[in-house]
Nanobody
């Protein structure tokens, strides 16, 4: 069973920065893609950023230019650097890892941006 452990969430003022980390229990080379999703109260879970095993990235329009996803293969960790945070970025952020057959999720980490 794959475990994904997120860390780095917290409370930050608008305009501030946070870096989320997602540590996987096995080599991230075994995943076709990894990504970050978020879910705000009363809303559906949405894709924030995604990175493929080849390093290609894609972002939600709402975070382009502010968030950066990256991976450290040696540490089996994926990061989400978040800058210029806005109150509307407040949500629980989830790490996701995909193979052809399975979809894995972390437990989530809360990000709260105060105005």
């Amino acid at each position: 069973q794959v475990q994904l452990v997120e860390s780095g969430g917290g409370l930050v003022q608008a305009g501030g920065s946070l870096r989320l980390s997602c540590a996987a229990s096995r080599s991230i080379f075994t995943f076709g893609a990894m990504g970050w999703y978020r879910q705000a109260p009363g809303k559906q879970r949405e894709l924030v950023a995604r990175i493929s095993s080849g390093g290609s990235t894609n972002y939600a329009d709402s975070v382009k230019g502010r968030f950066t996803i990256s991976r450290d293969n040696a540490k089996n960790t994926v990061y989400l650097q978040m800058s210029s945070l806005k109150p509307e970025d407040t949500a629980v952020y989830y790490c996701n890892a995909q193979t052809l057959w399975d979809d894995y999720w972390g437990q989530g980490t809360q990000v709260t941006v105060s105005s």
